[in-house]
C-alpha cells in the first residue's frame, strides 16, 4: 500500500517539475517560456481496497468429463458416478472399477458427504465391493440439500490405501432416486 502511494507521489512530484518549472533555491520559482505560474495544493492521493468474492461461494458451472481417477499401492480405482454437480438422493449408486494385484481381495469403500462451502463433514458411510466393475448402493442417511464434495476412499483387505481415494465435487442433495450404473 505504502509504496503504491510513493510511486503515485512520485509520479505527481515529476509531472510537476515538468509542467510548472523549477525552483533556484532562493524560494522564487522560474518557469519555461508560455507556461503560467501557478501555486498548487497538496495533492491526496487515495487507494482503494479491492474486495473479492470466495471461490467457495461461486458454485461451479461445468464437470470435469470422465471418471474420477486414482492410483496408489498397485491398485487403480476409478468412480464414474455419480459425477460431479450430479443431484443425489439418500440412497446412491456408486459406480465403480477397482483393478490390482489381486482379484481375491476385499475391497470396501467409504463414502462421505462434505459441506462445500465450510468443509465441514456431514456423513459417512462404509460399503463392501469387489474387485472389477460394479455398482454399490450407498445410504448416505438425510442431508440439507445443498451443494457437497463426496470423498471415496477405498479400502483393501479391511485397510485404506494410502492416496486411493478420490473426491467428486459439488454433488447437490436433494430427492434423486440411485441413478444405476451403466
Do not use: H
Not at 463426496?150 to 486411493?164: D, I, K, R, S, T
Request: glycine share 12%; net charge neutral.
Amino acid at each position: 500500500m505504502r509504496t503504491v502511494l510513493r510511486n503515485r507521489l512520485t509520479i505527481v512530484a515529476v509531472a510537476l517539475l515538468l509542467a510548472g518549472g523549477c525552483s533556484d533555491g532562493d524560494g522564487s520559482t522560474t518557469t519555461a517560456a508560455g507556461a503560467p505560474s501557478s501555486t498548487s495544493a497538496a495533492v491526496t492521493t487515495t487507494v482503494a481496497q479491492s474486495s473479492t468474492t470466495s471461490p467457495t461461494t461461486t458454485p461451479p458451472t461445468t464437470a470435469p468429463a470422465g471418471p474420477a481417477v486414482a492410483e496408489a499401492g498397485g491398485w487403480r480405482m476409478a468412480i464414474s458416478g455419480p459425477a460431479a454437480l450430479a443431484t443425489i438422493g439418500p440412497a446412491i449408486d456408486l459406480c465403480y472399477e477397482v483393478t490390482g494385484t489381486s482379484r481375491e481381495a476385499e475391497i470396501a469403500f467409504e463414502v462421505g458427504l462434505v459441506i462445500a462451502a465450510t468443509g465441514t463433514p456431514f456423513s459417512k458411510a462404509r460399503v463392501d465391493a469387489a474387485v472389477g466393475r460394479g455398482s454399490a448402493r450407498v445410504n448416505l442417511g438425510t442431508a440439507d440439500g445443498r451443494r457437497y464434495d463426496m470423498p471415496v476412499q477405498a479400502f483393501v483387505n479391511g485397510q485404506p490405501v494410502q492416496g486411493l481415494a478420490v473426491v467428486i465435487r459439488g454433488v447437490v442433495f436433494g430427492s434423486a432416486p440411485p441413478a444405476g450404473c451403466s
